[in-house]
């Protein structure tokens, strides 16, 4: 029997914290609610993914010496996933703060990751990542990385080599490795920011990111049709209806695992794509960002996902 690949994640492992309002939003006044946290990160959050779907898995991020720090540590443990991260004694470990109105969508978020901009470039170059990435099957790494640190792990990869966009103000940290990935995955404005344009034409937007470099890219846009760029082709995967949304939260991270361990398994990339909408449904209805759900809630799911269609040429 083979043994499962394994899946080396670089970037985001940090602690979310969701506020989310129990009634209509109301700008700049307090706002009745709840508010949670969990361990999080896009990187993190596709890799437990990932490994909810069969594949093993490594984690190389920073974090500071704090409970928040621990935290993450326990739940790489809780996952059995290699923790290759290195903790920084004196510094504070990223958090992402996010409002969410009482539909579960994004209202406003705040990102406190300067560690990742201080240190995480920084530790492409040693020995112990290199030996990681000889080790595993495939790399995912997040725009949580500063520019320098992508471009030093495109080089040294040699395997595929997959990445995350994050959000439209990070995603620009990817474009001097667009040739070399594998496979980006991001939504429609983040796709507009790569492309350079703001346009619902998708063969332009298509065209722009080919012209780039970029070979394959999948393309969301929120509950709507998931848009594959692969080559010449452009294909959609529609959306099944959630039968509730509790928390998008980690919806698009969620795809991107769900993808990734597929495609690790042999299958093809629309078919892929498939399992990703699948577990990113699943996941909006559920108020975590990484959720364990049964076998048989994801073939079930999976079934109500239409298979891709061809939508330019």
Same mark, same amino acid.
């Given at each position: 029997?083979?043994?499962?690949?394994?899946?080396?994640?670089?970037?985001?492992?940090? $602690?979310?914290?969701r506020?989310q309002?129990?009634g209509?939003?109301?700008?700049?006044?307090?706002?009745?609610?709840?508010m949670?946290?969990e361990v999080?990160?896009?990187a993190?959050?596709?890799?437990?993914?990932?490994v909810?779907?069969?594949v093993?898995?490594?984690?190389?991020?920073?974090?500071? +010496?704090?409970?928040? +720090?621990?935290r993450?540590?326990?739940?790489?443990?809780d996952?059995?996933?290699?923790?290759?991260?290195?903790?920084f004694l004196?510094r504070?470990?990223?958090?992402?703060?996010?409002?969410?109105?009482r539909n579960?969508?994004l209202?406003?978020g705040?990102?406190?990751?300067?560690?990742y901009g201080?240190a995480?470039?920084?530790?492409?170059?040693?020995?112990?990542?290199?030996?990681?990435?000889?080790?595993c099957d495939a790399? $995912?790494c997040?725009?949580?990385?500063?520019?320098?640190?992508i471009?030093i $792990?495109?080089?040294?990869?040699?395997?595929?080599?997959?990445?995350?966009?994050?959000?439209?103000a990070k995603v620009?940290?990817?474009?001097?490795?667009?040739?070399?990935l594998?496979?980006?995955?991001m939504n429609?404005r983040?796709?507009?920011?790569v492309?350079?344009v703001?346009t619902?034409d998708?063969?332009l937007l298509a065209g722009?990111?080919?012209?780039r470099?970029l070979?394959?890219?999948?393309?969301t846009?929120?509950?709507r049709e998931v848009?594959i760029?692969?080559?010449?082709?452009i294909?959609?995967?529609?959306v099944?209806?959630a039968a509730?949304v509790?928390?998008?939260?980690g919806a698009g991270?969620?795809?991107a695992?769900a993808?990734v361990?597929?495609?690790m398994?042999?299958?093809?990339?629309?078919?892929?794509?498939?399992?990703?909408?699948?577990?990113?449904t699943?996941?909006v209805?559920s108020d975590r960002a990484?959720?364990?759900f049964?076998?048989?809630d994801?073939a079930?799911r999976?079934a109500?996902v239409?298979g891709?269609?061809r939508i330019?040429?």
């Open positions: 029997m083979n043994a499962a690949p394994r899946l080396l994640a670089i970037g985001g492992a940090h $602690l979310d914290r506020g309002v129990s209509d939003y109301v700008p700049a006044a307090s706002n009745p609610g709840t949670r946290e999080g990160g896009g993190f959050n596709a890799l437990r993914t990932a909810a779907c069969g093993k898995g490594s984690l190389f991020s920073v974090r500071g +010496g704090d409970a928040a +720090g621990l993450v540590a326990r739940e790489a443990a996952w059995r996933i290699e923790d290759l991260s290195v903790t004196d504070a470990t990223p958090s992402y703060t996010a409002i969410l109105d579960g969508d209202v406003a705040l990102a406190d990751m300067a560690l201080l995480l470039g920084r530790q492409m170059r040693r020995r112990s990542l290199r030996d990681a990435v000889a080790a790399v $995912l997040d725009a949580n990385m500063p520019a320098d640190g471009e $792990l495109a080089r040294l990869s040699g395997k595929p080599l997959h990445a995350i966009a994050v959000s439209p620009a940290r990817l474009t001097g490795v667009l040739p070399e594998a496979c980006l995955f429609r983040e796709a507009e920011v492309a350079g703001d619902d998708i063969d722009e990111l080919a012209a470099g070979r394959t890219a999948v393309i846009s929120g509950s848009t760029m692969q080559g010449r082709d294909l959609a995967v529609d099944p209806t509730t509790v928390d998008v939260t991270d969620a795809l695992g993808t361990a597929a495609m398994r042999g299958a093809a990339l629309p078919e892929a794509v498939r399992e990703g909408v699948a577990r990113a699943l996941t209805e990484v959720a364990r049964a076998a048989g994801m079930r999976l109500q239409p891709p269609r330019s040429r």
